[in-house]
């Protein structure tokens, strides 16, 4: 099955619904491995409540072309 999509200029995008399951499954992995090191990165602090400063530690320590901006 193909989704279609236009946008403001007009132009028509075409996505094939294994393309979507694919973004879907790759957001949900990196979702699923940024919560559990923010995880960790609250209980090294001797927490159990994830923070917004736990979460930017993680994404920091991970890297990534993301790694240096605010959330």
Request: net charge negative.
């Amino acid at each position: 099955m193909d989704f279609a999509l236009a946008t403001e200029d007009g132009a028509a995008l075409r996505w094939q619904s294994s393309a979507l399951l694919a973004l879907q499954e790759a957001a949900e992995a990196y979702l699923v491995h940024i919560f559990e090191d923010t995880n960790l990165c609250a209980i090294h602090a001797k927490r159990v409540t994830i923070m917004k400063r736990d979460m930017e530690l993680a994404r920091r320590l991970r890297g990534g072309p993301w790694a240096s901006e605010v959330i």
